[in-house]
Nanobody, 114 residues
């Protein structure tokens, strides 16, 4: 089974940028869609962005225009470029597949603070 491992998080000031990386242990070519989720302390996990196998994308309203999801099937990697970060973007970010959910990884912490 393919495993997904998140990285790229960190501490950034408001208005800054980060690029998250979701690296797959195997081919992602057969995965219909890859999703970035996030979970802030005390809140439920929420969908942030989705990219399908044909490259179609969809975003949560809260990140539209600021975040960009992309995939490189040759590198078995999915990216989340996050620009104009806000304190409310602070959360642990996870990636997973749809419609078949894989085992959840540890996620990567993103903290937006001055």
């Amino acid at each position: 089974q393919v495993q997904l491992v998140e990285s790229g998080g960190g501490l950034v000031q408001p208005g800054g940028s980060l690029r998250l990386v979701c690296a797959a242990s195997g081919s992602i070519g057969s995965i219909s869609a890859v999703v970035w989720y996030r979970q802030a302390p005390g809140k439920q996990r929420e969908l942030v962005a989705v990219i399908t196998n044909d490259g179609s994308t969809k975003y949560a309203d809260s990140v539209t225009g600021r975040f960009t999801i992309s995939r490189d099937n040759a590198k078995n990697t999915i990216y989340l470029q996050m620009d104009s970060l806000k304190p409310e973007d602070t959360a642990v970010y996870y990636c997973n597949s749809l419609p078949n959910i894989l085992a959840w990884g540890r996620g990567t912490q993103v903290t937006v603070s001055s």
